[in-house]
C-alpha cells in the first residue's frame, strides 16, 4: 500500500485554499492594466511616496470615470525604501509576480537600480520625481515627466550671478543624484564666473549638521545650496539657520514638500522647480486643480502633477493601441510614445524627446508663508 | 576657532547622546534586557513633546507629557512584553525581536498620528549668538549641559545612596538574593526601565527642538545608545554617559580635519577600536578565559 506522508497530505489540503487565492489574483491580472509604483514607503523619505500615489491615484480615478480604457487600472505598490538595494528587490517583485506593466518610480538611485530590470522585461519606468542627470536616456523603456536637475542648474547659475550669488557652499548627499548635481552645478557656475568655496559630501541618513554649519561659516559665502531629500532637507535648513548661517539658502525642487514649506526657517528658500500654473485654462489642468482642491483643501504639487501626469500617459497611449486593436506591452507603449511625441496633460501639452524625457519650463521661486513664488 | 566651535556643538550633541545611552545602560545593566525599543522611547517621547507643543502648552509640561508617555511605554513594555516573554523562558533573540517588532509598530503608529513628515519645534532657545569672535552658541547648549549634569548626579545619588538604588545595582547579579534583604526583582525591574525611559525624555524634548524628529528617528538613537553602551562598557551607566559624550565630540570634531563624511564613521571606528583593544569598554569589568 503506497504510505501518504503528512507533508503530502498538507500539500493537497492546502491546494484549494491556494487556489482560491490565486485564481482571482491571476484573473484580475488578466483583466486588469496593473501599475507598478516603486516608491519610498517607510523611512526618512517616506513622505515623497504619499505625496506621489496621491498623484497617480486621482489619474486612476478620472481615467476610470471617464472609461478610457476597456480595462480597470489596478495600482500595486512597492516599498523602495528610496534606495537602490529596495528598488531593485521591489522592481523585481512587481516585474516577475505582479506582472505589472508600466511601472511609476521616483529617486535616482531606485531608477538605476530598476531600470534595467524593467529593460530586461520590457515594462516601461516612468520616472516623476528623481533628478539626478543620469537619468535621462537610462534605458529605452525608461522615460522621465519630469525636468532633470541639469535643467534646473541651467536655470539657477545666471540668477545666481545676476544677483551677486557667485561663491556657494554647496551641502548634497552622497549618492548618484547628489553627485550629479554637484558635477552639473560646478561645471556650469564655474563656467559663469563663480565658485563653489565647499563641497560637503553627507549621507543620506545623517541628522547631525552644526558641524557643517561651523564649517561653512568660516568661509563665508555668498550662499549655500544644499542637495539631499525629505525630513533632511529640513534638518539641514533648520540647523543651519540655528547656528547662524544667514546668507540665502539655495535649492533644488525636490525641496517643494510640505515638511519644508511649513518649516519657519525656510521662509526666503529660493529653490527652482517646473513651472506648475495652475490658472492654465485647458480643461485637463483645470479638472485636475479643481478636484485636487476639492478633495485635499490645498493646491497640488509639481510632484502631484508629474505622476498624474505619469498614469494620464499610460491611459493616453493604451487608448491609442486599444483603438488600434494592438496589444498593449512594453515595446507597444514605447512605439506609441515615438510616434505621438506630443501629448494633453496637466500643465499644457508635454512634449517627449527620443530618450523618452519631457520638456518643461522650469522656473526659480522662493518660499513666501509656505508657498512658491516665482522670482524669474 | 573652528575647533572650538566644533568641540561645543560635540559637547550639545555628546550629553543629549549621554542621557539616552544612559537610559539604555540603566535598563540592560540592571535586568539584562536587551531593549532595542528604547529608540521608540525616545521617539514616542520627542512626538508627545511635539504635540503638547502644538496644543500650545509651555515646555514644562509639554517636558511632563514627555515624561509620562516614556515612563508609561518603558512599564507597558516591561510589563506585557518582556516579561510575559521571560516567563516562558524566552531566549535573548526572542526578546531582540519582540522589541524590534515593538519599534515597527511604534514607528507605524507615529507615522499615522503625525504624517511621515520631519517635525521640530521653533524656539530662540536654538538659535545661535556669537559670544566671541567666530564662536556661536545657542541657549540650548547651556539648557543641555545644566540637564544631563542634574541628572546624573541626581541618579548617581539614587544609585549610590538608596535602598532602591542599591537594589538596582544588584538585580543583575543575583535576584535571589534580593528577597533575602526584602525586595521585589519584580519591582525592581519596573523601576529599571522607569527610569531608563525617562532619562530618554531629556534628549527627545531638546532634540525636537534642535535637530527635529521624522518617525524613524529611534533607529539613529538605539545606534548611539548601543555604540555608547559597548564603549562605556556594557551595562555601566557612567561607562554609557561618558562614551555617549564621547561620541558626540568625535564624531563632530573630525569634521575639522577630516571630510564631513567621515563624522558618523569616525564614532564607530572609536566603537571598533574599543572593541578591538578594550573589549570590556570603558568601565566595564574584564573577564577571563
Given at each position: ?14 491546494l484549494?485554499l ?25 523611512g526618512?523619505n ?8 496621491a498623484?497617480?491615484?486621482?489619474a486612476?480615478?478620472h ?18 525604501e528610496g ?17 505589472a506593466?508600466y511601472?511609476l ?14 529593460a ?13 542627470p ?9 522615460w ?12 539657477l ?5 545676476a544677483r551677486?550669488l557667485?561663491?556657494?557652499a554647496?551641502i548634497?548627499?552622497?549618492?548618484p ?9 560646478k561645471?556650469?557656475?564655474?563656467a ?8 560637503d559630501a ?11 554649519a561651523a564649517?561653512i561659516r ?13 525630513a ?12 547662524g548661517?544667514g ?24 529653490l ?8 492654465v485654462?485647458?480643461?485637463i ?11 485635499y ?14 498614469v494620464r ?14 496589444p498593449?506591452d ?9 510616434a505621438t ?9 508635454g ?20 508657498k512658491l513664488?516665482a522670482?524669474? | ?7 561645543v ?33 525616545y521617539?514616542l ?5 511635539v504635540?503638547?507643543s502644538?496644543?500650545?502648552l ?19 513594555l516591561?510589563?506585557a512584553?518582556y ?12 526578546i531582540?525581536v519582540?522589541?524590534?517588532?515593538v ?12 504624517g ?14 556669537e559670544?566671541?569672535?567666530g ?7 547651556w ?6 549634569s ?32 526584602g525586595?521585589?526583582a519584580?519591582r525592581?525591574s519596573?523601576?529599571a ?13 531638546l ?9 524613524a ?6 545606534l548611539?545608545?548601543?555604540?555608547a ?11 554609557a554617559?561618558?562614551?555617549g ?5 568625535v ?7 577630516l ?5 558618523e ?6 566603537l571598533?577600536?574599543?572593541?578591538l583593544?578594550r573589549?570590556?569598554?570603558?568601565f566595564?569589568?574584564a573577564?577571563?578565559?
Open positions: 500500500m503506497t504510505r501518504i506522508s503528512r507533508r503530502t497530505l498538507l500539500a493537497a489540503s492546502a484549494p491556494a487556489g482560491s487565492f490565486l485564481a482571482p489574483r491571476s484573473a484580475r491580472a488578466e483583466e486588469a492594466y496593473i501599475l507598478g509604483t516603486l516608491f519610498p514607503m517607510a526618512p517616506a513622505e515623497y511616496g504619499t505625496i506621489f500615489t498623484g497617480a491615484a486621482m486612476i480615478k481615467a476610470s470615470a471617464d472609461k478610457m480604457l476597456s480595462r480597470p487600472l489596478v495600482l500595486r505598490a512597492e516599498d523602495s534606495t537602490p538595494q529596495g528598488g531593485a528587490v521591489g522592481m523585481n517583485k512587481l516585474v516577475n509576480v505582479d506582472h506593466l511601472v518610480v521616483g529617486f535616482t538611485g531606485v531608477s538605476k537600480a530598476a531600470a534595467p530590470i524593467g530586461r522585461a520590457k515594462v516601461i519606468l516612468v520616472n516623476g520625481g528623481g533628478v539626478g543620469d537619468l535621462a536616456g537610462l534605458s529605452p523603456y525608461y522621465n515627466v519630469i525636468p532633470l536637475v541639469p535643467d534646473e542648474i541651467k536655470v547659475t545666471p540668477f545666481l550671478i551677486q557667485r561663491r556657494v554647496l548634497y548627499v552622497n549618492d543624484f547628489g553627485n550629479g548635481l554637484y558635477k552639473a552645478l561645471t556650469d557656475l564655474t559663469a564666473g563663480g565658485e563653489i568655496v565647499a563641497a553627507i549621507s543620506p541618513a545623517d541628522q547631525q549638521f552644526s558641524a557643517i564649517r568660516t568661509l563665508s559665502p555668498d550662499a549655500v545650496y544644499f542637495a539631499s531629500y525629505g533632511q532637507q529640513a534638518q539641514i535648513i533648520k540647523q543651519l539657520r540655528d547656528a548661517i546668507q540665502q539658502l539655495l535649492t533644488y525642487s525636490g525641496a517643494a514638500i510640505p515638511s519644508v514649506r511649513n518649516l519657519p526657517e525656510a521662509e526666503g528658500l529660493i527652482t522647480a517646473q513651472a506648475a500654473d495652475w490658472t485654462d485647458d480643461p489642468t483645470q479638472r485636475f486643480v479643481t478636484d485636487w482642491r476639492a478633495q483643501g490645498s493646491d497640488p504639487t509639481p510632484y502631484h502633477q508629474n505622476y498624474y501626469n505619469a500617459l499610460f491611459a493616453l497611449l493604451a487608448q491609442q493601441l486599444e483603438k488600434a486593436g494592438k498593449v512594453g515595446d507597444a507603449l514605447r512605439a506609441a510614445l515615438l511625441r506630443r501629448f494633453a496633460l496637466v500643465g499644457g501639452e512634449v517627449f524627446d527620443d530618450l523618452g524625457d519631457i520638456s518643461m519650463k522650469i522656473v526659480v521661486n522662493t518660499l513666501k508663508s509656505g513664488v522670482i524669474g | 576657532m573652528l575647533v572650538l566651535q566644533l568641540l556643538s560635540g559637547i550639545e550633541t555628546g550629553a543629549l547622546y549621554a542621557l539616552t545611552a544612559a537610559g539604555f545602560a540603566l535598563i540592560f545593566g540592571a535586568t539584562r534586557i536587551f531593549h532595542f525599543a528604547h529608540g521608540a522611547t521617539a517621547a520627542g512626538y508627545a513633546f504635540f503638547a502644538r496644543l500650545g509651555t515646555w514644562p509640561l509639554g517636558g511632563l507629557l514627555a515624561l509620562l508617555v516614556a515612563v508609561g511605554f518603558g512599564l507597558f516591561e510589563a512584553v516579561r510575559p516573554i521571560q516567563r516562558h523562558h524566552g531566549a535573548f533573540f526572542t531582540f519582540a522589541a524590534f517588532g519599534v515597527i509598530v511604534v514607528q507605524s503608529l507615529i507615522e499615522l498620528s503625525f511621515r513628515a520631519f517635525v521640530a519645534i521653533s524656539t530662540p532657545l536654538t538659535r545661535a549668538h559670544i566671541l569672535p564662536l556661536y552658541i545657542a541657549r540650548v547648549f539648557l543641555a549641559i545644566v540637564v544631563a542634574l541628572v546624573f548626579v541626581s541618579l548617581g545619588a539614587f544609585l549610590a545612596r538608596t535602598r532602591a538604588g542599591i537594589g538596582l545595582r544588584a538585580l543583575s547579579e543575583n535576584p535571589d538574593l534580593l528577597r533575602a534583604f525586595l521585589s519584580r525592581l519596573a523601576l526601565f522607569a527610569l531608563g525611559s525617562a532619562l530618554a525624555v531629556p534628549g527627545a524634548v532634540g525636537a527642538a534642535t535637530t527635529g524628529l521624522s518617525p528617528v529611534g533607529a539613529h538613537v538605539m548611539i545608545s548601543l555604540a553602551s559597548v564603549v562605556g562598557g556594557i551595562g555601566s551607566l557612567r561607562g554617559a561618558l562614551a559624550l564621547l561620541l558626540g565630540i564624531e563632530t570634531l573630525v569634521v575639522a580635519f571630510d564631513t563624511q567621515w563624522s564613521a569616525a564614532g564607530f571606528v572609536v571598533f577600536v574599543f572593541i583593544f573589549p570590556s569598554g570603558l566595564g569589568a573577564v577571563a578565559r
